[in-house]
């Protein structure tokens, strides 16, 4: 019966002890909040170090509003508990949108930074994560979008030179999805091109005109007979070249 006794024991600290390891190891691996927010804390202030004094004036600020409303109403303690919640949300909400202007500052210029802008839009978009057409010589590339005000082409490159990519789009897109709107936004600091934090703004104002289930019938059309770079994944989109073998049927 000893035996038995501390067979059992024995079996049942090492099933404790197996299971209580991946959870230890799944802590290790994923980072925890405070520590996120902190991270990008510190990549925001590296690249904008006025983002301290907005966030304490925007805490402040909140405070102060929450302050004098308690002492008008004879009841600034709880004004004062409801306003910090407050002034911390609005200094997190303060540090996110600086952050994702320092993020774009950071790859201003670089290939691939017009998809990253388009990579903002939340639900209801179709994004292409491949340019749908590139200049591998000049790296010059136009993405793509699919919602409900129609097709949208972002363009990355000097304006007179992408216009060549952005031609041939728009008229594979007239020719697949004819009655479609196709909108053209050209990224830059030129006249009549928008910066990269603005590229998202600028597409949520365009007038919808497709409804959901057209959104999602244009993007199986595209897909379906859409010509696409012969582009394996895990390949550079700015280093291919077209297969003129695969081109001529050979």
């Not at 728009?170 to 196709?182: C, L």
């Amino acid at each position: 019966m000893a035996n038995s006794t501390d067979s059992d024991a024995s079996k049942g600290a090492r099933r404790g002890l197996f299971s209580r390891k991946p959870k230890a190891e799944k802590k290790n691996k994923q980072p925890g909040r405070m520590k996120q927010i902190a991270d990008v804390f510190k990549m925001t202030r590296r690249n904008d170090p006025m983002v301290v004094w907005w966030m304490v004036g925007a805490f402040l600020g909140i405070i102060a509003v929450g302050l004098i409303i308690g002492f008008l109403i004879n009841n600034w303690v709880t004004m004062l508990i409801i306003a910090i919640p407050l002034g911390l949300l609005a200094a997190v909400f303060i540090l996110s949108r600086r952050a994702e202007r320092a993020a774009f500052s950071q790859i201003e210029g670089q290939p691939g930074a017009s998809g990253a802008a388009l990579s903002v839009l939340r639900r209801g978009w179709i994004l292409e994560e491949q340019p749908v057409a590139v200049s591998p010589r000049t790296q010059d590339a136009v993405f793509r979008a699919i919602g409900r005000p129609g097709i949208v082409l972002v363009t990355e490159g000097p304006a007179n030179r992408v216009r060549v990519l952005v031609d041939g789009e728009r008229k594979k897109m007239n020719r697949i999805v004819p009655n479609v709107p196709v909108h053209v936004i050209q990224t830059g600091r030129g006249e009549g091109q928008v910066p990269l934090q603005q590229v998202a703004k600028k597409v949520r104002k365009l007038k919808k005109s497709l409804t959901k289930q057209e959104v999602q019938a244009v993007n199986k059309r595209l897909s379906a007979l859409g010509q696409r770079l012969p582009i394996p994944k895990g390949i550079d989109p700015y280093r291919a070249r077209p297969d003129r073998k695969a081109a001529r049927g050979r």
